[in-house]
């Protein structure tokens, strides 16, 4: 639970039997292969949700040479969702797939990244400013104005860009 979550809240409140009723995929977006050279992925917490299901098609595809360059931003290790079938990704399809994880709360030893997405973060592992490329982008609101803000000032045109 976070102090600041909007859902996690309430979820801790709910009793095993409980029901929520939810809604999604918005539908907005719609892959299709070759539609891009690259995609570059900004997720945070559960807004790794889209970017796995855009993954997972492109990787699942062997006629599909789109390439993925996914980071990653949680709070702890433990937040991280999907890191193995992640890692999985990377490991498989290394020619195609790469993933950097950012922590807020690091423990001792990692080697990923630290705090929040920067542009830094943003100039290393994704693709440059093209107008082949994409950047998808799903995480908190706070988040996604930081990440609007970063892509702005490092040339990505408001066509690169897709916010889930």
């Not at 498989?92 to 950012?102: A, G, H, I, K, L």
Request: glycine share 10%; net charge neutral.
């Amino acid at each position: 639970m976070y102090p600041q979550g909007r859902m996690s809240h309430h979820f801790r409140e709910m009793c095993e039997g409980d029901y929520l009723a939810v809604k999604g995929p918005k539908g907005r977006f719609k892959y299709q292969p070759g539609q891009v050279r690259a995609f570059g992925m900004l997720a945070g917490g559960t807004g790794i949700t889209p970017m796995f299901q855009v993954t997972r098609a492109i990787l699942e595809n062997p006629s599909d040479n789109t390439k993925v360059h996914l980071i990653y931003a949680n709070v702890t290790y433990e937040d991280i969702l999907l890191k193995e079938e992640l890692d999985n990704f990377a490991a498989n399809f290394s020619n195609r797939f790469t993933v950097y994880y950012v922590l807020n709360q690091p423990p001792e030893g990692w080697d990923g990244g630290v705090g929040f997405i920067s542009k830094e973060m943003i100039q290393t592992h994704c693709p440059p400013p093209a107008t082949d490329i994409q950047i998808l982008r799903c995480g908190p609101p706070p988040m996604n104005k930081a990440m609007a803000g970063h892509l702005e000032a490092l040339g990505y045109t408001s066509q690169m860009q897709f916010k889930f």
